[in-house]
């Protein structure tokens, strides 16, 4: 079995196309797959999650994503729902969610549309906001509306709440189905 650095040292790597996501945008990429309202089929998302591309993917790369994948699918199936999201580890001591946040947007972003349900329900809102105060604009200021001075206070609560936030996305819609 693949281990996760040797899946995000390739992932990284110069033989990878620039806009392949890396391990921490991938797992929550996987996520918000594993999240969605209607099912979305590997041979859709792949491709997004290597930067369009899986001609001269070595077949372990895609093996190791769909593994990951299933690994998501099986623990927010367990009761109670297990999420454990890959974040970088700042120098600092402080985690860094931005990453996995924008890929689990990457993956709403498959299906908008299907996607309103929640966010016109106002638990699912709630639900989302974790995720979505992580998504900063070019200049670095939250598309939320949080002053900078108060950033990275909420972004470190924030990414506490994500793993409660994606199993009750996931409890969600499958109450809904």
Known sequence: MVSLDELDDYLSSDEMPDDCMCISDLDGFIHGI??????????????????????????????????????????LSKDPPEVEPIFWQAKEGHVIAMDWCEGFMQAVALRNKEWLRLTESGNGVRLLTPILVHILDDNGNSVMGIPQEELDKTLNAAAQEIPKSVAGIYQFWKEQS
């Open 34 to 75: 594993a999240c969605s309202p209607v099912t979305i089929q590997p041979e859709e998302w792949v491709p997004v999650a290597l930067g369009g591309h899986v001609e001269g993917i070595p077949d372990w790369v895609i093996e190791a994503i769909i593994t990951l994948y299933g690994g998501s699918i099986s623990d």
